[in-house]
């Protein structure tokens, strides 16, 4: 679990993940398809960034 605010601010750094938490503030339930659709990102990297977050 993230204990100090520069983690976060860490996380939400990259414009991608930022985007991901938008979609999932957005809409109640998001399948791994619609992310990458929405996205424009390839399997290894939604991985990577929904892992990191």
């Given at each position: 679990?993230?204990?100090?605010?520069?983690n976060v601010?860490?996380?939400?750094?990259?414009?991608?993940?930022?985007?991901?938490?938008?979609?999932?503030?957005?809409?109640?339930r998001?399948?791994?398809?619609e992310?990458?659709?929405?996205?424009?990102v390839?399997?290894?990297t939604?991985?990577y960034?929904?892992?990191?977050?």
């Open positions: 679990m993230l204990s100090k605010p520069r601010h860490a996380l939400l750094k990259d414009e991608t993940r930022r985007k991901i938490i938008h979609m999932l503030g957005e809409h109640e998001v399948g791994f398809k992310f990458r659709a929405d996205l424009k390839g399997v290894g939604l991985y960034h929904l892992d990191v977050l």
